[in-house]
T-cell receptor, first 111, second 112 residues
């Protein structure tokens, strides 16, 4: 089945640690996105990538980093510089100029 | 710039009631418009879309019409069910930069 997978579903981090969230798609989409969602809030764009080896900052990129070495994969690292990382993280992919397809999300909690 | 404004929630309806969730947009050029639904603890799922003026998107009893003259894309359903309880997001995409713009979401609760 084609789709987007995110792992893990739940992630716990101690303060001062970096953690990496996985996002993989087998839809052959060029563009991929990372969003952050806080309780009762909308989606805020962290980073996006339109092609391999290229990515752009979104509205709230500080404290996050990404890579796009393969078309299928767009991992997000939450660094210790992110002061309030507890949130629900959503990955999405899109064929050019078309709707976005979302993964199931990763809930990150800082202990 | 590009933006989406949607009706503030939460919205609570009785089963079989009529639903309207308002969405208006500001965009440069000719955007495509979308409604997404998010169930608790899950990602967003595309509910319906419209790519040009006067198009009507429909799915699972939900409808929305792309109104260029009023820059609106209101979501409607004639008879809601308990299973429709979720958060609904209006969104637009524009060619430039292949970016999406989401509204803040409207929480819907349907009570039996």
């Amino acid at each position: 089945d084609g789709g987007i997978t995110q792992s893990p579903k739940y992630l716990f981090r101690k303060e001062g640690q970096n953690v990496t969230l996985s996002c993989e798609q087998n839809l052959n989409h060029d563009a991929m996105y990372w969003y952050r969602q806080d309780p009762g809030q909308g989606l805020r764009l962290i980073y996006y990538s339109q092609i391999v080896n290229d990515f752009q900052k979104g509205d709230i990129a500080e404290g996050y980093s990404v890579s796009r070495e393969k078309k299928e994969s767009f991992p997000l690292t939450v660094t210790s510089a992110q002061k309030n990382p507890t949130a629900f993280y959503l990955c999405a992919s899109s064929p050019t100029y078309n709707e976005q397809f979302f993964g199931p999300g990763t809930r990150l909690t800082v202990l | 710039g590009n933006s989406v404004t949607q009706m503030e929630g939460p919205v609570t309806l009785s089963e079989e009631a009529f639903l309207t969730i308002n969405c208006t947009y500001t965009a440069t050029g000719y955007p495509s418009l979308f409604w997404y639904v998010q169930y608790p603890g899950e990602g967003l799922q595309l509910l319906l879309k419209a790519t040009k003026a006067d198009d009507k998107g429909s799915n699972k009893g939900f409808e929305a019409t792309y109104r260029k003259e009023t820059t609106s894309f209101h979501l409607e359903k004639g008879s809601v069910q308990v299973s429709d309880s979720a958060v609904y997001f209006c969104a637009l995409s524009v060619y430039t930069g292949n970016q999406f713009y989401f509204g803040t979401g409207t929480s819907l609760t349907v009570i039996p």
